[in-house]
Structure formats: C-alpha cells, structure tokens
C-alpha cells in the first residue's frame, strides 16, 4: 500500500523563493539573462512537484514565458509557485515572478509568469501516479481551469505536429 495520498490541498505544496541578483548573473546590457530566471523558475518549480508527488519529478515542458520588465543586478527576485492541475502522473506548476530593488521599500515588479509540465517518475524513471490537487478557494479553480485549456492546446498542438509529419512522410513516399 503507498504512503502517498490520494489528493492534497493545492497549499501543501506552495513554495516561495527570493534570490538576490548579483554582478555574474548579467548580460552586456546589465540585465539578468532569462536563463538565469528560467533556471530558478525550473528549480522552484521541480521542489513543489516533488512535494506534491511525493517523489521525484521530472520537466516535461514549459509553456511560453514572456518577461514583461527587465531584472537588474541588486534586484531581489521573488518566485511563488504551487500545482495549479494534475493528471494521472503529470502536473502543471505555474511560477509567478516578481522583483523589487534590495536597497529601498517599494513595490513589487510583475517580471513574468510560467507554467511547467512536470511528470512524476519512479526509481526507475517510469510515470507514477500523482495525488489529485484540490483547489482551495477561487483563485486556485480559476488557476485549474486555465491550466485545462493551455493542457488542451498542449495536446492539439501535438497531434497537429504528428499529422503534419504524417502527411509529409506520405508525400515522400
């Protein structure tokens, strides 16, 4: 019998992470490279699958991301992730990234937001079944939903791709 629980609570597994830029993590203009974001974004992403699964996790895709405004050197950036959908053994963590000055009191900067397909594997690296999210409150169903349609337009966008290759195998041949 798993230890592992049939559902949890979309709270259990939130996570928040602040990390200072520094001088190394910039590009010639004097902004923080993306990757560099997207690489924490990553991290903090894998800890809260992880958590909410019970186990190992693996990226399986991350959906567009779009940074709205610029994270300079000294900004303190500021990571808020939970699992906002689940499948049988996948799940859809959305991130959202803000920033503000280390040196002064003052609001927070939208960055950006992304959403990360993560699946959960066992130790030897097959899908394993994950416990169902439950929504907590409003903001968490509408989380849900939206995570159900961009998991929509994620499998069309397969299927349209296959097709594609399909018919153009058929043309070759």
Request: proline share 5%; charged share 25%.
């Amino acid at each position: 019998m798993s230890d592992t629980p049939a559902s949890r609570p979309s709270s259990a597994a939130r996570l928040s992470l602040s990390h200072i830029t520094a001088q190394n993590e910039t590009n010639l203009l004097g902004t923080v490279h993306g990757g560099v974001i997207m690489t924490l974004v990553d991290s903090v992403a894998g800890v809260v699958a992880a958590r909410h699964s019970g186990g190992p996790a693996v990226t399986a895709s991350m959906d567009e991301m779009q940074f709205l405004v610029p994270v300079r050197v000294g900004d303190v950036v500021h990571f808020t992730a939970q699992v906002n959908w689940t499948g049988r053994s996948s799940m859809e963590i959305g991130v959202r990234i803000t920033a503000d000055r280390w040196d002064s009191v003052g609001p927070q900067m939208h960055v950006a937001t992304a959403y990360l397909v993560f699946v959960a594997v066992d130790a030897d690296g097959q899908p394993r079944t994950v416990p169902q999210v439950e929504p907590e409150n409003d903001e968490d169903r509408r989380r849900m939903r939206e995570a159900e349609i961009r998991r929509s337009h994620r499998l069309a966008r397969r299927k349209a791709i296959i097709a594609s290759r399909e018919d153009l195998d058929d043309a070759v041949r």
